[in-house]
C-alpha cells in the first residue's frame, strides 16, 4: 500500500504541508508589450548586430519578477524564428531557435497573464495541487 495513514488528520495535515512547499513563492513575472519603435536604440543596435537581416516579430519587457528590464525579443532570420533575451545594457543573454510556431504559441498561451497579472500557468498548477490533494483526502476518509 502506498499510503498508509492510521489517522485522516494526519493526512489532511501532510497534504497541506507539502502543497504550501509545492507552490512557488517568487513574485510572478510580469512582462509588457513594446513595439519596435519604442525600443531603446542600444536594444535594436545589439539585436541587429547579431542578425543583419532580423525582422522584428514581437518585444516585450519584464517589469515585474527575476529579471526586471529585461527584454524578450522573438525575431525572423532566414525564415527561422529566434527568442532572444537581452539585459538594459543591451547584453545579450541567450539566444534560441523557436521549436515550431505552434509550440511558441502553446507556450506563449501557457505563460500569458490572466486578468489579474498572474500567470495561468501558475493558476493551473495551484489548481493542479488543490485536486490531488482533494483526491488524497477522499481515499482516506472513505477508508473509515
Known sequence: MILSVRSPRLAFAAMAVLLVLLVPCARAERKVSVS??????????AVLDAHP???????????EGE???????????????????????????????????RAGAI?????SYSSEGTPLLYVLY????????????????KRR
Not at 107 to 111: E, I, P
Not at 126 to 141: E, Q, R, S, W
Open 126 to 141: 495551484v489548481v493542479a495541487g488543490l485536486a490531488v490533494l482533494g483526491i488524497v483526502i477522499l481515499k482516506v476518509l
Open 67 to 101: 529579471n526586471p528590464g529585461q527584454y524578450d525579443v522573438t525575431i525572423s532570420v532566414d525564415g527561422k524564428q529566434l527568442d532572444m533575451e537581452l539585459a538594459p545594457n543591451a547584453t545579450i543573454k541567450e539566444t534560441k531557435e523557436t521549436t515550431s510556431p
Open 36 to 45: 519596435p519603435a519604442d525600443l531603446p536604440a542600444d536594444i535594436k543596435k
Open 107 to 111: 507556450v506563449q498561451r501557457a505563460t
Open 53 to 63: 537581416s532580423a525582422t522584428f516579430v514581437s518585444i516585450e519587457k519584464e517589469v
